[in-house]
């Protein structure tokens, strides 16, 4: 079984971000930037089926030259290899022209599977794999905790809101988009990130995948969010409090 | 057709709040752009749903219907909606943003060369439509200037249902045609998990705990204001590095972020790391001795005092409200 793993590097969580000059995108001049957490679960669902069931897991990126660290973590984690997108104009790409860029370098290689996270930790538009499996013509599932190979292809768990879950099948191949939390995940040994030193990184500058498409949705500006709200005091002791704290939560914020 | 069309997510002939407050995001767009707004309902039997929605000021209800829509599937979905947006080329197309809407309409968008301007929390004149970016530490504007239909989905609780007018919309049917083979996906109906699994992602409420607390042998009184709300129980770092509450109750950078409907938080300062993870929540309630406390900065309602006296009088308080 063949498996690609779609992966993103992104700033580290805890990463000092400000906005850049032109008001375009954040700094990246003094951050640390770290593989995207969904990412790191759709890897190790991968190595795991890898291990149950023999094949290859390839880690997939598109990205600039710094992205190629986080790809060595991959392989350091167990991935057999690595192809590098290589491109330093990925901001002015929106979702579905960087989705057309894994397709073209994943088709060649006629997976079985295809894994992404469930979103990026920094644009966060959880749309990457379930564009893949459109451009590729592949059935899809998304928000995937636990996958299974069936004699149909796959069954997968997926995680609906509310607590609820739900069982799909489906054949092979296909795309899946991983939840984090489905398994405990792995370190990298240090045999791990030796070996990694030898394994294969093809990089594949993206003006060569022949994508050409003009954006059709444009990040025009960030800016820091209008984050502080009006607090209402509650005055009164404890339960005087108390009461009129129920009061606005029925009847002025309603979520009671 | 032009204009506004909203598909709006119904689940056992209701359709949900988030699929409300879409409406009211498209209603909101329609009168900003002088357009006609419509809304969908996509199923095999959708009647009630579609009665429910012309009760509300749109021009139009669509029924999309047919025996394959009968349970979500992906493909079932995007191939009745793209027949659906053929006919009736619609400006913009707008969805509640949930767990259902993430799986099909990025597919749909792409297939007409489009980009679904996913999870948005506010739009703009222009229109230009507000996102979070790096998970709530900055956010984005952004526009659309493709040619084809403007899809959008917006977060829950961005926008209040409340504000629909009422109205008489005239409903008509749509019925798509679908083949069974095209329909890749068996999906099992749905099951709940046990209570022990913990999904604060998608908790409507939650009460958590920091290190107001002080030992765990206290942990109790959270307990029981959260089971009197129905809500999860969470917690910041500290407290889970103490081994006090597992750590997959932990809110904030390092842990989970959550957007529940009322985020009550007990004993916590508000660092910076902790708002990060919850500061979307709908409604936030501070229950904390330190006026000063930077929750405060994020709350919503606020109660300064001793949270050994304030918890016990609330819990109080919600169990009489609720008796």
């Known amino acids: ?256 | 057709m032009s204009g506004v069309c909203v598909v709006l997510e119904q689940k056992d002939g209701a359709v949900g709040r988030v699929g409300w407050e879409a409406l009211a995001a498209g209603a909101w767009l329609g009168a900003k752009l002088g357009l006609d707004v419509s809304a969908a309902v996509i199923g095999a039997g959708v009647s009630a749903p579609a009665s429910a929605a012309a009760a509300k000021a749109v021009a139009r209800i669509v029924r999309i219907e047919h025996p394959l829509l009968a349970q979500y599937t992906p493909d079932g979905f995007t191939i009745a909606l793209e027949q659906f947006i053929a006919q009736e080329k619609p400006d913009y197309i707008v969805f509640p943003h949930t767990y259902q809407v993430r799986d099909f309409a990025p597919a749909l968008a792409a297939r007409l060369g489009e980009v679904l301007i996913s999870d948005v929390v506010a739009i703009a004149d222009g229109p230009v439509f507000t996102r979070q970016l790096l998970q709530g530490r900055l956010q984005g504007g952004y526009r659309h200037t493709g040619t084809g239909p403007c899809f959008v989905s917006v977060q829950a609780g961005a926008f209040r249902s409340d504000t629909l007018a009422a109205g008489s919309a005239a409903v008509t049917a749509f019925s798509p045609t679908i083949d069974a083979a095209q329909i890749r996906t068996r999906p099992d109906p749905p099951f709940r998990a046990s209570e022990q699994t913990v999904d604060l992602g998608s908790a409507q409420m939650i009460v958590s705990v920091g290190r107001g607390i002080k030992e765990a042998d206290n942990l109790p009184l959270v307990h029981n204001l959260a089971k009197a709300l129905g809500a999860e129980l969470a917690a910041s770092r500290p407290i889970c590095d103490n081994g006090w509450l597992p750590l997959e109750r932990q809110v904030g950078s390092s842990g989970q972020t959550v957007s529940p409907r009322l985020y009550l938080a007990v004993g916590i300062s508000g660092a910076i790391q902790h708002l990060v993870g919850m500061k979307g929540s709908q409604c936030i309630v501070a229950i904390n001795k330190d006026p000063d406390a930077p929750i405060f900065e994020v709350a919503d309602y606020g109660i300064v005092g001793d949270l050994f006296e304030v918890v016990p009088a609330l819990t109080q308080a919600i169990q009489a409200s609720k008796a």
């Not at chain 1, 397709?103 to 996270?117: H, K, N, Y």
Request: with cysteine.
């Open chain 1, 1 to 256: 079984m063949k498996i690609i793993v779609a992966i993103k590097q992104v700033p580290e969580r805890d990463a000092q971000v400000r906005i850049d000059a032109v008001g375009k995108w954040i700094d990246e001049s003094d951050i640390q930037f770290a593989l995207n957490e969904s990412d790191a679960y759709a890897l190790e669902e991968a190595l795991r089926l890898k291990e149950q069931h023999g094949g290859e897991v390839v880690v997939l990126t598109a990205g600039p030259e710094r992205a190629g660290q986080t790809i060595r973590e991959a392989l350091a984690k167990g991935a057999d290899r690595g192809i590098h997108i290589e491109s330093s104009d990925l901001a002015s790409c929106d979702a579905l022209a960087v989705a057309m860029l894994l397709a073209a370098a994943i088709r060649p290689e006629s997976p079985d599977l295809v894994f992404t996270g469930l979103q990026s930790d920094d644009l966060g538009l959880g749309q990457t794999g379930v564009i893949l499996a459109e451009l590729l013509g592949l059935p899809h599932a998304s928000l995937i905790l636990h996958v299974e190979v069936s004699s149909a292809g796959l069954k997968v768990k997926r995680e609906l809101e509310d607590g609820w879950f739900q069982s799909i099948e489906l054949p092979m191949p296909a795309v899946l988009t991983i939840q984090s939390g489905g398994n405990k995940l792995r370190y990298a040994t240090l045999m791990g990130i030796k070996k990694a030193k030898t394994k294969e990184v093809r990089k594949s500058p993206a003006a060569e995948l022949g994508v050409s498409a003009a954006p059709v949705v444009v990040l025009e500006s960030i800016s820091l969010p209008q984050k502080q709200r009006s607090t209402q005091i509650l005055p009164g002791g404890p339960k005087e409090a108390a009461a009129a704290l129920v009061e606005k939560l029925k009847f002025e914020a309603r979520v009671l």
